[in-house]
């Protein structure tokens, strides 16, 4: 599911898909991809995974649909990068950029030059023919966030009308919203402050929501305006995200009866 890495896990042990997604990481970390606090980053989001049961959630499928929907309608679509899911998804990533018409962007916590450039060629590596947000490109400031996180390109998520932000921290997409983006966010952990401000939430892990992503864009490419403007409209986020809740509490009161 996830991209090969250079270790060797047996296929058959039972956790294999969640140790080859920590040895991508590791070695993402190793190559200055993934900042330290993104391997702490992921580990949140293994823990929530855990809870769901690893699988997407029939809310998360839903909000996919919206969001691809919601993509493809946009007139400047971006989608931010940031060094887990350029070490997790850079060919999948570029995928869904290509087949729903989004321009890519590097968005880092924590910025340096080198970060930039190793997530910049892993994307061209993959196929990107423009990657965004790279050095001086970065020149645009959102006001509401302090620090070097608040950099981001005029041609990108500044200017965007919609932005697909995964793996978020919540001031950015507090802010993101402020600017008047429609936000969607990927992100297991429904409680985080991005899952609860974004304007189409998708809790699911990134390695079973952006390949479905990039099935669903191919089908609805071809579906009406008229109709994804209806998918989109239709959706409730909140009613959504009260679902994936009631989803993980129904899932754990059930593994608990079973222990009785
Ligand atoms: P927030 O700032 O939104 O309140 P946070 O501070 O708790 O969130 P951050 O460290 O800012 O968390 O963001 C990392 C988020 O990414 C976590 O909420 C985690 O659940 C999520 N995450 C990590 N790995 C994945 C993954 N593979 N797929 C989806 N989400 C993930
Ligand atoms: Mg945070």
Same mark, same amino acid.
């Given at each position: 599911m996830?991209? =090969? *890495?250079?270790?060797?896990?047996?296929?058959?042990?039972?956790?294999?898909? &969640?140790?080859?997604?920590r040895e991508l990481l590791i070695d993402g970390a190793d190559q200055g991809?993934?900042? *330290?606090?993104?391997?702490?980053a992921h580990g949140r989001g293994e823990a929530f995974?855990?809870?769901?049961?690893?699988?997407?959630?029939?809310?998360a499928i839903e909000a996919e649909k919206v969001a691809v929907a919601s993509l493809l309608l946009a007139k400047l679509p971006v989608i931010s990068v940031n060094g887990n899911l350029a070490s997790l998804m850079a060919n999948v990533t570029v995928n869904l950029a290509e087949v729903t018409?989004?321009?890519?962007?590097?968005?880092?916590?924590?910025? &340096?030059?080198?970060? =930039?450039?190793a997530i910049e060629r892993v994307l061209k590596q993959s196929g990107a023919k423009r990657v965004l947000?790279?050095?001086?490109?970065?020149?645009?400031?959102?006001? =509401?966030?302090?620090?070097?996180r608040r950099r981001v390109d005029p041609d990108g998520l500044f200017s965007?009308?919609?932005?697909?932000?995964?793996?978020?921290?919540?001031?950015?997409a507090t802010a993101l919203r402020k600017m008047g983006k429609q936000v969607i966010s990927i992100d297991l952990n429904p409680l985080s402050r991005t899952s609860q401000v974004a304007s189409i939430s998708i809790v699911d892990n990134i390695v079973r929501a952006f390949p479905r992503m990039v099935r669903i864009a191919k089908q609805l490419k071809s579906v009406p305006a008229s109709e994804l403007e209806a998918l989109v409209s239709?959706?409730?986020?909140?009613?959504?995200?009260?679902?994936i809740l009631e989803a993980i509490a129904s899932r754990l009161t059930r593994l608990g009866e079973n222990h009785q």
């Open positions: 996830v991209q =090969e *890495t250079k270790f060797s896990i047996p296929r058959a042990h039972p956790r294999y898909e &969640s140790l080859k997604m991809i993934v900042a *330290t606090s993104g391997l702490i995974d855990y809870l769901i049961g690893e699988r997407s959630l029939r809310n018409g989004s321009l890519i962007e590097v968005n880092l916590f924590y910025r &340096s030059r080198a970060r =930039e450039l947000g790279i050095g001086s490109n970065a020149s645009r400031i959102i006001s =509401e966030i302090s620090s070097e965007c009308d919609v932005a697909l932000i995964p793996l978020e921290d919540g001031d950015r239709r959706f409730d986020n909140q009613r959504n995200l009260a679902g």
